[in-house]
Each structure stands twice: as C-alpha cells, then as structure tokens.
C-alpha cells in the first residue's frame, strides 16, 4: 500500500511561483510513471503533468507548457511540480497519482490509469 502526501500549495497573486511536493510512503516511486492532476470547483479533474519513471520524459497540458515542470527525486521518493507565472485561471486543488503503467502504455491523461491518489493540496491564485 502506497500513501501520496502532497504540500506546497497556498495563495499566490497571478504572475507568482509555487511549487509544490508529492511524497510517498510505504512503496517507493521509482518504479511507477507519475502524474499531476488538479480538479476546479465544479469542473471534472484534469491532467497537468506526467513523468515517467527515471524522469527522462514528460508531458504537459497544453495550457501549462512553457510555465510548470514536473520533475522527481527517486531517492527521496518525492515527485516535484514547479509553477511559475500562475494565472487566476490555475486555480484548484492540485493531486498526485501513481499510474497502473509505463510510459509508453495508455495514455499518461486519463485519470482511470492512476491507482492511487493523494488527498491534494489548494492553489489559489489572485488576480
């Protein structure tokens, strides 16, 4: 069993940085794709990062590229989102997710390929 804490998030004005941490206990990370989702009050939940497993491929919702970076550090099982020229528009409480598979498998934005999630930590973003 794998628990997935997230931390970083807050208030931010727009134009600002966060970045926020999704440590893992009880199963180490290394060998799983990881991901970023985040869920807007009344929206479905969507995809914003991946990374695979050694942290030599990634991939971005469209609307964040060129802003966020996702990157990880197997050994402290930590998986890492900086974000920086936030907009208003970013804001929402912000998940990780363990995927079921690798990289090349699937397709890393479907939320029903992640098996476990944290309980997500807030973004807000003031305009």
């Known amino acids: 069993q794998v628990q997935l804490a997230e931390s970083g998030g807050g208030l931010v004005q727009a134009g600002g940085s966060l970045r926020l941490s999704c440590a893992a206990s009880?199963?180490?990370?290394?060998?799983?794709?990881m991901g970023w989702f985040r869920q807007a009050p009344g929206k479905e939940r969507e995809f914003v990062a991946a990374?695979?497993?050694?942290?030599?491929?990634?991939r971005y919702e469209d609307s964040v590229k060129g802003r966020f970076t996702i990157s990880r550090d197997n050994a402290k099982n930590t998986v890492y989102l900086q974000m920086n020229s936030l907009k208003a528009e970013d804001t929402a409480v912000y998940l990780c997710?363990?995927?079921?598979?690798?990289?090349?498998?699937?397709?890393?934005?479907?939320?029903?390929?992640?098996?476990?999630w944290g309980q997500g930590t807030q973004v807000t973003v003031s305009s």
């Open positions: 997710a363990r995927r079921r598979t690798g990289w090349a498998e699937g397709d890393v934005k479907q939320t029903s390929e992640y098996g476990y």
């Open positions: 009880g199963r180490t990370l290394s060998s799983y794709v």
């Open positions: 990374i695979s497993r050694n942290g030599d491929s990634t």
